[in-house]
């Protein structure tokens, strides 16, 4: 079968769901489990059809004939489509088998139909956007996405914040998808002169050289689009609001691939519809990229829920995407084919990486919230002795997510600070400016982020049990759910010791897309090095990192062991204290503490400690209570202000409306006579 | 009857549509109001009349007869068996005083003549005088709905309205197509079934046929 075919097989059976669902509702059992292994199968069937597609370069489109009269879908399987289908697919195949654990433990008075018919719908809603070829069509899948997305962000609509997110979520979504559809507009009305609607193929878009103006507008506009849906500063607030609240697995589904599909816009129309770009729009990424990426990570730092921690990561995350892709764009319009490959393929890399590493941390934190049914860091600790597995894959997580090697981030984030160092002087000194301190910029946000996960994993699993329950109802979750983190984990795994194979594989995409190739390069020295530009600049093998590592591991095992001696468990040494207890450990805000006060004119901070006076001397307090509220700033600076605004002149306009007949007419009389006079 | 004299004819009939349309806005009583909106039904009627015998367009004389029953028996019937029914016999009073109507009313007029000075100029139809004086009445009849705050006051600005823009046909283009003259004749009367029946609701809802009275219906902010 030929990539296309498989495709569009994966979409059909992913779409199953829907309609078998609704017939075993009878059996919830039977409801669960047959629909999300048909979303398993059709999410390997996805995966297939994009490794193949990219393997061979496949090209193939297809025209189906619904929709509006005369304005047919068209859909299209190239490189760049089965790459991100592979993404997608790779993702929602270990979520569906994730899933079936976690849905089960969902209480038994929910509805899960409507869950499983939206789920379905969304990651079909994803697969469509990456394989249409048109306007009308990417539109219509996009909103699929949207929708079913905002539906299942409400799934546990009977809290008011939930219903508050979610629909924040549809409105910075909707905005979005205003932009996107405006570029479209602008793009297909000058392949295509205004008067037809033939220019919506994204055939005709290819075909066509732009203006500089108008590819300038058409840019602009699709990126405010796809950076509304992927979380880009300042238009992030959606995300630490609707990831929290939404179940894990869409959680995981939403992070790890949906923000990627605009991605995948950004490219879409970038590299393969506009082409031929001035330097500064690559300029205007890099700049956003790394706003998003610092401020990601700083306000991550902040955050004691653990879910709100991960949904500012994938700030961060989609900041270091966007910087690869904007030093892809500078390098590009300076005709430095090589370097444009080697940045883009390491946004691409980290693409991918973030999707297996945030879905890995956003199963591993549903895991957790399964168990404690908590989302608060500080109602934790000490976890790792009854919840092992979900521990380790959650460390690998981390550690994967914190840029340290083998794991597969350090891959993508080296590539990117390659693509930095090996930058020559451009014509620009801004940009001479800009991209040593980019370079600066991403390496503050890798330490940042390393810090920011020892406090997550530390918290969380270190330690002792801070929570008001007792732990001993905190039970290892089944084997359906460590299967779906497990498999995440082995990838993030592979990815960081296979890097030559995965960039000889998607080599294919900036051949395409700039012109350039580093596969031969990077390759150069076997699959043990990577080497993407020449190996006295730079080499890395993360194979060899990791049997270092587990030298040292077994010699440090050696020495413990092998003196015969069993190793015994004692108290923890106390300092002098009779009684060490939990509540004496470090906190998450204690542990943040140190940069909130270093980085504190980016946060909001409202910080309140009182002495609850004791009947005896207030000299004595009995106890002090400890207040702290840190917010973004962006909501008070920005969208008060445009909110307020916007009601304000609501209700000036509101004003005409006075309710009585006479004032209506009076505007009728007078409108026909303006017209008369100046038409007239 | 020579073409000259129709037209004369047809400019008197011009003057005295104007003259009622006046004199439903300073009208304060309710069946004064009833009274000239017949007059000014029989008048349009007439001039229809008369054009359509000159010209020789035959269909006019329909309109004219369905102008007869309608604006000059029917709805005034209709309207005043309502008036019978809801007791509303008394004086209404008129938002803006009507001097100052009056003269919101010249200036329109005025206007209108302004208006329609190049078209006179470049038609050639008996009836290319009566243009502004048809323009006109469907200014004031809207600035009669503006005026009042009584609904049954508001429904004859509105039948005052349509009077004009009938004229406003029989002037510019000798009338409109008889399908679609017989159409606007039905929904006049449909229009007048439904007003009746609003009434009956504004006036069992708020106790009173004041328009003023459904401000209330605005939502608080």
């Known amino acids: 079968m030929a990539p296309f075919d498989i495709a569009i097989v994966s979409v059909f059976l992913m779409a199953s769901p829907v309609i078998l669902a609704p017939c075993c509702a009878k059996s919830r059992g039977l409801t669960i489990y047959l629909s999300f292994a048909v979303t398993a199968a059709a999410s390997l069937a996805a995966v297939a059809a994009g490794i193949l597609a990219v393997h061979y370069g496949t090209n193939t489109s297809a025209i189906v004939q619904m929709g509006l009269p005369d304005l047919p879908f068209h859909l299209r399987l190239d490189p760049l489509a089965g790459f991100f289908l592979c993404v997608i697919g790779l993702l929602s195949l270990f979520v569906s088998i994730y899933s079936i654990g976690y849905v089960k433990g969902f209480s038994p008075s929910r509805p899960i139909v409507r869950f499983v018919v939206f789920y379905a719908l969304f990651i079909v809603g994803m697969l469509l956007v990456v394989l249409a070829d048109d306007a009308f069509f990417f539109l219509v899948a996009w909103e699929l996405m949207a929708a079913s997305s905002y539906f299942l962000v409400m799934y546990e609509d009977e809290k008011a914040e939930n219903r508050r997110s979610a629909y924040l979520y549809l409105v910075i979504a909707h905005v979005g998808a205003i932009a996107i559809l405006l570029s479209f507009g602008v793009m297909a009305g000058l392949a295509n002169g205004f008067e037809s609607f033939q220019g919506y193929t994204f055939d005709s878009m290819r075909a066509t050289t732009y203006p500089v103006g108008w590819a300038t507008a058409a840019f602009l506009l699709s990126f405010f689009g796809f950076a509304a849906k992927a979380g880009v500063i300042p238009l992030h607030v959606w995300l630490p609001e609707a990831h929290p609240v939404a179940p894990s697995n869409i959680s995981a589904l939403m992070s790890g691939v949906m923000l990627k599909t605009s991605i995948y816009g950004i490219v879409r129309i970038t590299f393969d519809f506009l082409k031929f770009f001035p330097w500064w729009w690559g300029g205007i990424v890099l700049v956003l990229g790394l706003i998003s990426a610092v401020l990601g990570v700083l306000y991550a730092l902040m955050q004691h829920d653990l879910k709100r921690l991960l949904a500012y990561h994938s700030v961060e995350n989609i900041g270091i995407i966007l910087i690869g892709l904007g030093l892809s764009m500078i390098f590009t319009s300076f005709q430095f084919p090589v370097l444009a490959a080697l940045a883009l393929i390491a946004a691409l890399y980290h693409t991918l990486n973030h999707a297996m590493f945030k879905g890995l941390l956003f199963m591993g934190a549903g895991a957790v919230l399964h168990a404690t049914h908590e989302r608060n860091m500080e109602e934790m600790g000490g976890l790792i002795h009854r919840m092992p597995w979900t521990s380790v894959f959650f460390l690998v997580g981390c550690v994967s997510i914190a840029a340290l090697p083998p794991f597969n981030g350090f891959v993508s984030e080296w590539l990117t600070f390659q693509a930095f160092l090996l930058s020559p002087a451009l014509q620009r000194p801004i940009l001479n400016l800009l991209i040593p301190l980019g370079a600066a910029l991403l390496a503050l946000t890798g330490a940042l982020a390393a810090a920011c996960f020892v406090k997550a994993f530390g918290v969380t699993f270190l330690g002792h049990w801070r929570g008001h329950q007792s732990i001993q109802r905190v039970h290892e979750v089944g084997w359906h759910m460590r299967t779906g983190m497990m498999l995440a984990a082995v990838t993030c795994f592979a990815l960081g010791i296979f890097p030559t194979i995965v960039i000889n594989w998607m080599d294919v995409l900036p051949e395409r897309l700039v012109g350039g190739r580093i596969a031969a390069s990077a390759g150069a020295y076997g699959w043990m090095w990577l080497t993407p530009y020449a190996r006295e600049r730079a080499s890395y093998s993360g194979f060899n990192v990791f049997i270092g590592i587990m030298l040292v591991v077994f010699v440090v095992w050696l020495l413990l062991h092998a003196r015969k001696k069993a190793v015994h468990r004692v108290p923890i040494w106390d300092c002098g204290f009779e009684k060490i207890n939990a509540r004496m450990q470090y906190t998450a805000t204690s542990f943040s503490m140190p940069i909130r006060r270093i980085f504190g004119f980016f946060f909001h901070i409202r910080e309140e400690s009182q002495a609850v006076e004791p009947i005896r001397h207030p000299a004595y307090p009995e106890k002090l209570q400890y207040r702290l509220r840190v917010r973004d700033r962006f909501w008070n600076w920005l969208y008060k202000p445009i909110g307020e605004g916007a009601f304000f002149i609501a209700r000036k306009i509101g004003n005409l409306q006075q309710g009585r007949i006479q004032v209506y007419l009076i505007y009728s009389l007078v409108t026909i006579i303006v017209l008369l006079v100046f038409l007239g | ?221």
């Open chain 2, 1 to 221: 009857m020579t073409t000259s004299f129709a037209a004369q004819v047809n400019s008197i009939m011009a003057a005295l549509i104007l003259l009622t349309a006046f004199g439903l806005l300073v009208q304060r009583r309710i069946l004064g109001l009833l009274h000239l909106f017949a007059w000014q039904g029989l008048f349009l009627c007439l001039s229809t009349a008369i054009v359509g015998y000159v010209t020789g367009v035959h269909h006019l004389f329909i309109s004219s007869i369905l102008t007869l029953t309608l604006k000059v028996i029917v709805l005034p019937y209709i309207l005043y068996a309502l008036i019978e029914k809801l007791h509303i016999k008394k004086e209404i009073e008129t938002l803006v005083n009507i001097p100052a109507t009056m003269l919101i009313g010249i200036a329109l007029v005025i206007f209108s003549y302004h208006l329609t000075a190049p078209i006179t100029q470049l038609s050639t139809l008996v009836t290319r005088s009566t243009l502004a004086v048809a323009l006109a009445t469907v200014m004031l009849g809207l600035l009669m709905m503006v005026t009042r705050r009584h609904a049954v006051t508001q429904i004859i600005g509105f039948l005052a309205l349509e009077n004009g823009l009938f004229f406003a046909a029989t002037s510019a283009t000798y009338g409109m197509p008889m399908v679609v003259e017989l159409g606007v004749a039905l929904d006049i009367l449909i229009a007048a079934f439904i007003f009746g029946i609003f009434f009956f609701h504004i006036n069992t809802t708020f106790d009173s046929l004041d328009v003023e009275q459904m401000a209330k219906l605005k939502e608080e902010d």
